[in-house]
């Protein structure tokens, strides 16, 4: 067996022996954990909303410390968590030193009716400021904050349409010699299942290749605590010769580009399959400069 070869078969073995869905961890090593996300999503809706406020109501937090805070802390949860010092259950509870928030699960369902929003919002910016060394003593400052950025209606288990959005796949050949492409693959987010194939083009040679994915949507199941579809994509891969490469399913992760942002947000991490790296994006359509575009 040549080295190409070889090579194509740890990449294929890597992702074939178990076509079980594959997430990527967006939430700090707490795959699957919805508290986690929950509290993740609703920190970023909270950075995005003090973004539309003035400066001088933003009570002089820094928002770039404030976004890279939401990007890095290590966010946990338990099963219970209580004060050391009085043995008082908490909902939450910070430490700077180690950059970390660890949730508690058994009092985090009490924050999440429609009527809870300001005070869920309200720790969760709360936890954010202590971590950040900011004073936020009986949450005077958090909650001014909060009362500003009308939550009223915010819920997590609000209806998402979908979940995992994606509308692009990204391909590249991880063995490409010159002149040989394969082309992307378009989605429509609004449509519940679709399939889409593309060839390699050009002077391939071995690296030839055939990809054909498979969108499907699934509901998401009342014990996940979140409302609305989220979809799959199956993958398959084959030579010139349709000899199968690999397959596997990939279930982008949940609530990872639901929030407003400018661009293209990536869905969760590469994912290699017969020698092609897919990666998964929600893009969003970019503002026309009319001057730009009479160029």
């Known amino acids: 067996m040549n080295p190409l070869h070889a090579l194509l078969l740890l990449f294929t073995l890597s992702t074939s022996l178990n076509p079980t869905p594959a997430r990527a961890g967006w939430d700090h090593g707490n795959p699957g954990d919805i508290v986690v996300r929950q509290f993740t ?6 950075f995005n909303r003090m973004k539309l406020l003035p400066t001088s109501e933003r009570g002089g937090v820094d928002m770039n410390k404030f976004q890279g805070a939401i990007l890095n802390a290590e966010i946990i949860s338990r099963d219970r968590l209580v004060e050391p010092k009085n043995d008082n259950e908490v909902p939450a509870m910070n430490f700077p030193s180690d950059n ?8 985090w369902p009490r924050y999440l009716g429609p009527d809870q929003a300001e005070n869920r919002f309200g720790l969760v910016l709360h936890e954010f400021l202590m971590l ?22 915010s819920n997590t288990g609000r209806f998402w349409n979908s979940l ?13 010699p010159g002149g040989c ?7 429509d987010t609004e449509q519940q299942d ?4 593309e060839n390699t083009t050009g002077d391939c040679g071995e690296a030839y290749r055939s990809v054909t994915i498979r969108k499907t ?15 799959r994509f199956e993958i398959t891969v084959a030579d010139g010769t349709g000899k199968d490469l690999g397959q596997t399913i990939v279930e982008p992760e949940w609530g990872r580009c639901l929030l407003p942002q400018d ?5 969760g991490g590469k994912v290699f399959i017969g020698g092609v790296e897919f990666r998964f994006w929600f893009q969003r359509e970019a503002k026309i400069n009319p001057l730009k575009s009479l160029k």
Do not use: Y
Request: include cysteine; proline fraction near 4%.
């Open 164 to 176: 995992n959005p994606v509308n692009r796949i990204s391909t590249s050949l991880v063995f490409n």
């Open 194 to 197: 679709e399939v889409a194939h």
């Open 41 to 46: 999503i609703d920190a970023q809706d909270i």
């Open 181 to 187: 492409e394969l082309k992307g693959f378009n989605f």
């Open 263 to 267: 661009g293209g947000c990536e869905v």
């Open 100 to 107: 970390k928030i660890v949730i508690n699960r058994r009092l």
């Open 217 to 231: 949507s699934l509901q998401a199941p009342p014990s996940s605590q979140w409302r609305g579809i989220f979809h």
């Open 132 to 153: 950040m060394g900011v004073d936020d003593d009986r949450f005077l400052l958090s909650n001014s904050i909060i009362s500003k950025l009308g939550v009223n209606e």
